[in-house]
């Protein structure tokens, strides 16, 4: 069981928290816009990176609120965590998960096989 | 390869067990060129590999293994069999794969225990009676073997199951797959592995696939590894939890998301349980291996995580409700538990097909339920990766779905545990 800090409340063991998947996937402001490949990509592209993570929780039987931590996939061990809405820590590693879906025309676009 | 047979045990037990020698060749590292390259020595990829070089004819294939064959969820699942899917598109291919499963040892030449001893899954409430007699039917329309029971058929059937009115969580019935049960995984993934190297196959044991190299108009023209780079114009990638990681290497984003599964197992005992039972809803399954260990699953974590241990809490869970549908194992001791990095999609069934980068192929996302599908797979994706196009069978599990929206939801229509 991992040992979560909320930046709320401070940490706190897993049971009081529910995972919410990969932080700054932004929805498209104007989904009629997309193409069902840019749609797809939202809906269900993931990073899924073996090392440093960008994810939401949601303390859901403490403070209520959700946030983003940083946490390596590899070890499980956390090395930030950060409001939600708040960019990501200065310094920290970034991975591909940061762009907009939308903008990342420069990938690999499955769904054209 | 030397031909196993009731006369080879005898003669070999005449002379002291000394003409043996080694299953499969295990080359040091790739050679220069291939056919097809597989990244990935588990179950599925060795199957895939075999009915490459069996069925169609390329033999100039290698299966590049990171860590040793067979060591991934291949080594870590609870061997369970069945075909019992709510959705055409995966009836047939689990069905498929049960096909091959009953054959299985007869054409390998190797006893990989196939044991159809039946897999029952049990409801404990009206909406699980509905969905499970919803399965059923389904299942007998689709031509896939699946009976109703009630309770005491159920218990005739298991003799330890608990049929105590005064259960948190009672049972009202049971679903059973009398085709269904289990085989030996290990002996899966060698038994592939020696019918595919006889066949000309290398599998190549710590190499661990580190770039994918693609041509000037984006195809795929070979892959480098931690034992020197390698040219082939076709690699399929049967990578399992890591698949999003390789997939990266070539500039694929892909729909899965990685998390630990557990398993566990006891002390071993006599035979006391006949066959496999599951239970969706109080998330249990448990079967007897042919060693008398006790085989239970347990679920993922929460969490994406690579770290190939799930949490206690996840196993407790799933004990409590194994000690409470049969009271007679709440002295028994556990013995090892351990976590495989299951690759989970959005629909929760598999992808099996080409890519966007000519030349590339992926066969992943099995999520928690691949072992039962080896044959299957390897065969559909063999047929997929020498034809560059999909066999009928794996042609509704391409990647393009999750932009056309076709997906197959098992997840949503079955609530699958596997």
Not at chain 1, 73 to 94: E, I, N, V
Not at chain 2, 49 to 78: C, D, F, M, P, S
Not at chain 2, 201 to 212: A, F, K, R
Not at chain 2, 308 to 335: N, S, V
Request: proline fraction near 6%; charge should be neutral; glycine fraction near 10%.
């Amino acid at each position: 069981m991992l040992l979560i800090p909320c930046p709320i409340c401070g940490a706190r063991p897993e049971a009081e928290f529910t995972y919410a998947g990969e932080a700054h996937i932004a929805r498209p402001v104007d989904p009629a816009a997309l193409d069902d490949h840019a749609w797809g990509e939202f809906l269900y592209a993931r990073t899924n990176p073996k090392g440093d993570h960008a994810e939401r929780w949601r303390h859901t039987h403490g403070c209520g609120r959700f946030f983003n931590a940083l946490r390596n996939t590899h070890t499980d061990r956390f090395t930030a965590s950060y409001l939600a809405g708040a960019t990501r820590p200065h310094g920290t590693p970034t991975t591909e998960s940061l762009d907009a879906p939308a903008m990342r025309s420069e990938t690999e676009q499955w769904g054209q096989a | 390869m030397k031909h196993f047979s009731a006369a080879r045990l005898a003669r070999e037990a005449l002379r002291g067990q000394s003409g043996w020698t080694e299953h499969w060749r295990s080359p040091d590292r790739p050679a220069h060129a291939y056919d097809a390259v597989i990244v990935g020595g588990g179950g599925h990829g060795l199957a895939t590999a075999y009915y490459l070089a069996k069925q169609h004819g390329i033999r100039r294939v290698a299966v590049l293994e990171k860590g040793w064959l067979g060591g991934g969820n291949t080594g870590r699942n609870t061997t369970i069999i069945r075909s019992n899917y709510l959705m055409e598109e995966s009836a047939a291919l689990y069905n498929h794969a049960v096909k091959l499963w009953e054959g299985l040892s007869r054409e390998l030449n190797y006893n990989v225990m196939f044991s159809p001893r039946g897999v029952m899954m049990l409801a404990h409430t009206v909406h699980d009676v509905q969905v499970g007699k919803r399965h059923v039917y389904a299942n007998q329309l689709a031509g896939v073997d699946n009976d109703w029971l009630s309770p005491d058929q159920a218990q005739e059937y298991c003799p330890p199951l608990s049929l105590d009115a005064g259960m948190r969580y009672p049972v009202l019935g049971a679903a059973l797959q009398r085709r269904g049960g289990t085989a030996r995984h290990d002996a899966v993934a060698w038994g592939y592995a020696r019918a595919a190297s006889a066949l000309g196959v290398d599998i190549v044991q710590n190499c661990e696939v580190t770039g994918i190299r693609r041509d000037a108009g984006g195809a795929v023209c070979g892959v480098d590894t931690t034992r020197g780079a390698v040219a082939t114009r076709r690699v399929g990638v049967v990578a399992a939890g890591h698949t999003s990681v390789v997939m990266a290497q070539a500039g694929v984003r892909m729909p899965l998301e990685s998390y630990p599964l557990q398993a566990l197992v006891s002390e071993p005992v006599k035979p006391c349980f006949p066959c496999v039972v599951m239970s969706n809803t109080i998330h249990a399954y448990i079967s007897q291996s042919d060693k008398g260990e006790l085989v239970i699953g347990a679920g993922t974590d929460a969490y994406t995580s690579y770290s190939q241990q799930g949490g206690l809490h996840i196993a407790t869970h799933t004990l409590d409700a194994i000690c409470e549908l049969f009271p007679q194992f709440r002295r028994m001791r556990m013995l090892r538990n351990w976590g495989g990095i299951v690759d989970v999609t959005p629909d929760r069934s598999p992808i099996i097909g080409k890519t966007p980068v000519p030349g590339l192929y992926v066969n992943c996302g099995w999520g928690t339920g691949g072992f039962k599908a080896t044959p299957g797979s390897g065969h559909v994706f063999a047929h997929t990766m020498a034809h560059d196009a999909p066999h009928p069978i794996n042609a509704p599990f391409a990647l393009d779905r999750f932009r056309t929206g076709q997906l197959i939801d098992e997840a949503a229509a079955a609530a699958v545990a596997h």
